[in-house]
């Protein structure tokens, strides 16, 4: 019957549409501890990384106005080393032009927290790198963004979860290492990454402090 036909074809429509529906909530869904730590635990070497000169150099590139600038698509990374450490990339939303979490990414940062405390990543420290799509803001407003974010993070991870200081390096890139580089504009380009970096440096052992030796006993006087 021509009803029982059309009924059956709508049926499976509906199917079909739940099926992507549910295809692409868990593609949105927060990470699990464990991929963040698959992705963070297989550090080899440090990489010879300058932080405070790389973030004066982000700066100082973001600001110059080249005659000659070969544009998104072409612009050489400015750390090219960071692409062979392990990297974990994550979408946290953060309200428009401000380093504000989003509550909907709340859950991805407690994951993170829980991931960079488990014993296989406790030995070391990581980078906390901010990106910021290209749009119509100046490069050096959206490395300042960046940075801004990074720093968020950060401050989370520490002050809410108690994660040692010692251990997370915020750094903010802006437009000067995109994460997707043929399509600059791209939400993907916004992205945020956790990298291993480093062993956590060894603490040298104190030294006991010296017991003064005791004075010496003056002669009794004679009498």
Do not use: W
């Not at 989370?156 to 010692?166: A, C, D, G, M």
């Not at 480093?198 to 004679?222: D, F, L, M, R």
Request: charge should be positive.
């Amino acid at each position: 019957m021509p009803t029982t036909r059309l009924t059956t074809a709508g049926i499976c429509i509906a199917l079909g549409l739940a099926l992507l529906a549910g295809t692409a909530e868990a593609q949105t869904a927060p990470p699990t501890r464990d991929d963040i730590v698959g992705k963070l635990n297989h550090f080899e070497q440090a990489a010879e990384i300058d932080l405070p000169a790389l973030k004066l150099q982000v700066m100082e590139r973001a600001k110059a106005r080249i005659k000659n600038d070969p544009g998104p698509v072409n612009r050489p990374l400015i750390a090219p080393d960071l692409v062979n450490l392990p990297t974990f990339t994550a979408q946290i939303q953060f309200d428009a032009d401000t380093p504000i979490i989003q509550p909907a990414s709340y859950q991805t940062v407690g994951r993170l927290a829980d991931a960079l405390v488990h014993a296989s990543l406790l030995p070391y420290t990581f980078l906390i790198v901010g990106h910021v799509e290209s749009n119509a803001k100046t490069r050096e407003a959206n490395a300042i963004l960046s940075q801004r974010r990074a720093d968020a993070i950060r401050d989370v991870l520490v002050n809410t979860f108690k994660i040692s200081t010692k251990r997370l390096h915020p750094i903010g890139l802006g437009e000067e290492q995109f994460l997707d580089r043929a399509r600059p504009t791209a939400a993907a380009n916004a992205q945020l990454q956790i990298l291993t970096y480093a062993k956590v440096p060894e603490e040298a052992p104190a030294h006991p402090v010296a017991t003064p030796a005791p004075a010496a006993k003056k002669p009794a006087k004679k009498h």
